[in-house]
């Protein structure tokens, strides 16, 4: 998620595309982390499994959080 994260920053907050008048009530980096940030996620898992709809994609990406939080721990290393 912190490469998406980046890359939606460059993309929509350093060009001035997202401000504060368009993502209020939230700030910019809030709308970016809960809503942008999601939301490629579950396209791009949609697209990795072919262009499966983007429900079933977002039921993979909550399936695979603790998976996730396991791997990405630094404590497991």
Do not use: W
Request: hydrophobic letters at 45%; aromatic letters at 6%.
């Amino acid at each position: 998620m912190a490469v998406i994260l980046k890359t939606l920053t460059e993309i929509f907050i350093q060009t001035g595309i997202l401000n504060k008048d368009r993502c209020a009530p939230q700030s910019s980096s809030q709308y970016l982390s809960q809503v942008l940030v999601p939301e490629t996620a579950i396209r791009l898992i949609a697209e990795d499994y072919m262009n499966i709809s983007l429900d079933v994609a977002k039921e993979i990406m909550v399936d695979s959080v603790d998976f996730g939080l396991y791997v990405h721990d630094d404590s497991n290393v």
